[in-house]
């Protein structure tokens, strides 16, 4: 009895700290995500380009030994190949290209006096948008609720967006005279998000149809290692130590993007140099450290310490971790729980970063009464539509159902 008891608490404590570490990789690193993405951009907001290349690089890097593998040519000489994958090369490629596109754009943005409450709601209207192409190239159809609830998210976009506009129209004398009209500029920047949201809409249906085209054969695939894995047969079989579909897409998404940014090299080079020739941060280095420092620093050199950085590196460098943690966040919930959670917990999660964004970044100060009500009264039409669009979604077969549950 006390054997079962202390199991008991053992599968309990397990399954407790698993939901502890998902939910703190969703909240703890999405919402950092954000808050060291606005860090940079309230400082640099011309960084889009070089933020965007660095999660690129990052969450290649992570990925590089799971699909990556070394074997040796003619000569000895190693060469990188693919690891088989769980679908074709091929697909990706349309994929790569509008998903390179829609990062870019997104973190273009806030070149253009977009503030992170707005590019945050502006964002969660994609439903509005993968509604309309569903509709028309899809040919899909949808309830009443599900239309309602979409009006219901454009609206609170429209009072987001112009929440924002109104907070610009009282822009300072110098931003008039360094920026251009801000409200042209702000009319631009939500142009490149609307542009961003359609670029997703096209991404969601060729995703849709990739996945559609291969599900079955993914389906078999995976009903083929689950009867391996309990047959006497299958315990001496070869595993499949492939990664998941997400894992597999998330990698090839961002690699076969690295060779585009040479394309954009240019502004690469340009804010990159602007940030390390911006103002230092002062870092203490630990003392083991000192030793080491002072022997490569000149004889000139009063101190070694504290040492200088640029002060946008370390929020940059948070900003590409904390991206990699939210996306890993988000993948592990949606392969513990049904989907209407994992849209449920994401809202939330946009909830909480919009509050964290206002009130770290003294969003509430520079804007009126009439701004303020129009930026939280839009922020709870766009959660609350999403949340009922999601509800209303259609019912699967009783069979369906059953096979999930099973």
């Not at 690469?268 to 000192?290: C, G, K």
Request: proline share 6%; net charge positive.
């Amino acid at each position: 009895m006390a054997e079962s008891r202390d199991v008991l608490y053992g599968l309990s404590l397990a399954l407790l700290s698993d939901w502890i570490t998902t939910f703190s990789f969703v909240f703890g690193g999405c919402c950092s995500n954000a808050v060291t993405l606005e860090r940079v951009t309230s400082e640099y907001p011309y960084s889009g380009t070089l933020i965007t290349f660095f999660q690129f690089i990052v969450i290649s890097l992570q990925g590089l030994p799971n699909f990556v593998t070394f074997k040796r040519g003619p000569l000895g000489i190693p060469f990188p190949r693919l690891k088989p994958r769980r679908l074709p090369l091929t697909p990706y490629l349309i994929q790569v290209g509008l998903f390179y596109f829609i990062s870019l754009l997104n973190n273009a943005a806030f070149a253009y006096n977009i503030p992170m409450p707005v590019h945050i709601i502006f964002r969660s209207g994609g439903l509005v948008i993968s509604m309309l192409m569903g509709w028309l190239i899809s040919g899909k159809k949808y309830t009443l609720t599900q239309i309602t609830s979409v009006l219901v998210v454009t609206l609170g976009v429209v009072l987001t967006t112009l929440s924002a506009s109104l907070r610009n129209g009282s822009a300072s004398a110098k931003a008039q005279l360094s920026q251009g009209p801000p409200l042209t500029v702000y009319l631009t920047g939500i142009a490149i998000l609307v542009l961003a949201l359609v670029l997703s809409g096209f991404l969601g249906i060729v995703q849709d149809k990739t996945y559609s085209s291969y599900g079955k054969q993914l389906a078999k695939t995976k009903t083929e290692e689950s009867d391996a894995r309990t047959t006497e047969k299958g315990a001496n079989a070869k595993a499949d130590n492939r990664p998941d579909v997400w894992q597999e897409s998330m990698f090839y998404l961002h690699f076969l993007s690295l060779p585009m940014f040479v394309f954009v090299r240019h502004d690469l080079t340009t804010q990159m140099r602007t940030i390390l020739s911006d103002r230092s941060l002062l870092v203490s280095l630990p003392a083991p450290l000192a030793p080491l420092v002072s022997k490569t620093l000149s004889n000139s050199a009063r101190s070694p310490f504290p040492l200088a950085i640029p002060a946008a590196l370390p929020p940059l460098l948070l900003n590409t971790l904390t991206q990699l943690v939210c996306v890993a966040g988000v993948n592990r919930l949606t392969t513990r729980v049904a989907a209407l959670t994992v849209t449920l917990v994401l809202v939330v999660r946009k909830a909480v970063s919009l509050v964290l964004s206002v009130l770290l970044f003294d969003g509430a100060a520079r804007m009126d009464a009439q701004a303020s009500a129009l930026l939280w009264g839009g922020a709870a039409m766009v959660f609350a539509g999403t949340v009922g669009y999601t509800m209303s979604g259609k019912k699967k077969p009783p069979a369906t159902q059953g096979e999930k549950e099973e």
